[in-house]
């Protein structure tokens, strides 16, 4: 009996190691709406050099998932809403779904979610009606295929399923939607399955830019929106648009779901009337939005709540109808490279250019590299920084403290402003024949900062004032990890 007991207790130590050790993920979605796109091996190849974890396609195409096997990517795999009929009607229809479109790939691709339809409120038709008997025959597929519990069933929403998100507190379904809205918050609570839901502050801001400040959707906002009716305050529209969803589901008795952004991102590029559509602001967008998820912040309503969320989207689809943002959401063009720099980990340099509303109270700038720069110029002007230069590179070598993220961005982004503190903060110091740009925002993250005007290598590297650490919830969610991680292996050793 002892022996059961101390089984007992390891099983419960491991449930709670497992939980304290996941946090909020970041992933990226896989749309194919082009006709120039590599092929899907190629793509897997690309994730995988950027150490993207996650990824979403928007349906089961078998090239995609053979291309992601035993790459260790999780896949969320999509039925289209063209598909919700056939899937609502005959159990039959989703089993031999099953049988030829997972079980021949599962697990060697690791398939973790299936978002049944996509948007249904958004969409031509009535389709939301199909949407919960096709979810409760893929479960049931799932069940007897024994995945019930490894693969999770979803649907995926736009904010348009409420009818009020402002102020947050006062979060609302739309009425009209609770025909199908309840009993899917009830399967989803039932199955522990997340709420998904598309975000856009980018289309909030085009659409209301005299109600909503630029800076507020970016994350660079530095006063506040205060809801009137719990005194939370908001520093990004993101934050108040995920509580909105919060705030409506725990209307409806549900304070159980999770929710999970199954979308979200920002255009590089627009039509003439979309002015905030730029490389620019979709770097500064997305690696705030990282930056802002992966210390588990949470949001005012949800301190320290982990959210997963998935960026929209890892290249330009140029068959897009619609605007010219549409088209161009990509963080990659079809040949791979990049659009503009982003770091998954969160810890790269942000390119916020003197022309973005971004200052700070001392008037000191830095100099880093152009997310508009060629690779080929960046390495050019790298070179010479660390060669006829004279900059002491040291920092960016394997194992130093700005090494990481290995990146020519990255690197280069700490040799230019080295390069230019140490020659007067001057805009020709700055210049690298363009591909440099001065910003007033501190570039400086974790244990790497970088030098200002005056300052010398020793006392920029040991200050820690200006430096990103990680959250005091993730700290101590690292910290508790390691005692139970202790306590696991005191357990198994008193079994013999």
């Not at 006709?35 to 897997?44: S, W």
């Not at 038709?125 to 597929?141: E, H, I, L, R």
């Amino acid at each position: 009996m002892a022996l059961w007991v101390r089984l007992i207790y390891a099983v419960l130590l491991v449930s709670a190691l497992l939980e304290l050790s996941n946090g909020s993920t970041i992933g990226i979605c896989y749309g194919r709406n082009a006709d120039d796109l590599p092929t899907p091996d190629k793509v897997a190849q690309l994730v995988k050099q950027h150490n993207i974890k996650y990824v979403r396609i928007y349906d089961s195409n078998i090239d995609v998932l053979k291309a992601f096997a035993n790459t260790g990517v999780e896949l969320m795999i999509g039925i289209t809403n063209l598909d919700l009929l056939a899937f609502a009607q005959f159990q039959s229809n989703v089993d031999t779904w099953m049988k030829n479109n997972i079980l021949p790939y599962y697990p060697a691709t690791k398939i973790t979610h299936i978002t049944v339809g996509a948007e249904v409120t958004e969409a031509l038709g009535n389709v939301s009606a199909q949407v919960v008997p096709a979810m409760q025959n893929v479960f049931t597929a799932l069940r007897k295929a024994g995945l019930h519990k490894r693969i999770k069933v979803s649907s995926t929403h736009s904010l348009g399923v409420l009818s009020r998100s402002f102020p947050p507190s006062a979060g609302a379904f739309n009425s009209s939607y609770a025909y199908f809205l309840k009993p899917m918050l009830e399967f989803l609570a039932d199955n522990q399955s997340p709420f998904m839901v598309d975000i856009y502050p980018y289309y909030a801001y085009r659409d209301a830019t005299n109600n909503v400040s630029l800076d507020y959707a970016l994350f660079e906002s530095s006063s506040e929106v205060v809801d009137p009716n719990t005194g939370l305050l908001y520093t990004n529209m993101f934050d108040a648009q995920i509580d909105a969803l919060y705030f409506a589901l725990m209307a409806l008795n549900f304070k159980t779901i999770k929710i999970m952004v199954t979308e979200t991102g920002w255009p590089s590029k627009g039509s003439p009337r979309e002015k905030a559509a730029t490389p620019d602001n979709a770097q500064i967008y997305n690696t705030n939005l990282i930056r802002h998820v992966i210390n588990d912040t949470g949001t005012p309503a949800k301190p320290g709540e982990e959210l997963d969320i998935y960026i929209f989207s890892l290249f330009n689809e140029n068959r897009k109808p619609g605007l010219e943002s549409e088209r161009n959401w990509g963080l990659f063009y079809p040949d791979g490279t990049s659009v503009y720099n982003l770091d998954f980990t969160g810890r790269g340099v942000l390119g916020t250019t003197t022309g973005v509303n971004s200052t700070n109270s001392t008037g000191t700038t830095w100099c880093i590299a152009s997310s508009t720069a060629s690779e080929m110029d960046l390495q050019n002007a790298l070179d010479w920084a660390c060669g006829p230069g004279n900059v002491d590179c040291t920092a960016i070598q394997p194992s130093q403290p700005c090494y990481e993220p290995d990146t020519l961005i990255s690197h280069a982004s700490y040799a230019f402003n080295s390069y230019y503190q140490q020659n007067g903060a001057t805009d020709l110091a700055c210049s690298f024949g363009g591909a440099g740009v001065k910003v007033t925002k501190d570039p400086s993250y974790d244990k790497c900062l970088y030098l200002i005007a005056g300052s010398n290598k020793t006392t920029a590297m040991s200050s820690n004032a200006t430096a990103v650490t990680p959250s005091i919830a993730s700290s101590i969610k690292i910290r508790c990890a390691a005692w139970i991680s202790g306590c696991l292996l005191i357990s198994l050793f008193s079994f013999f």
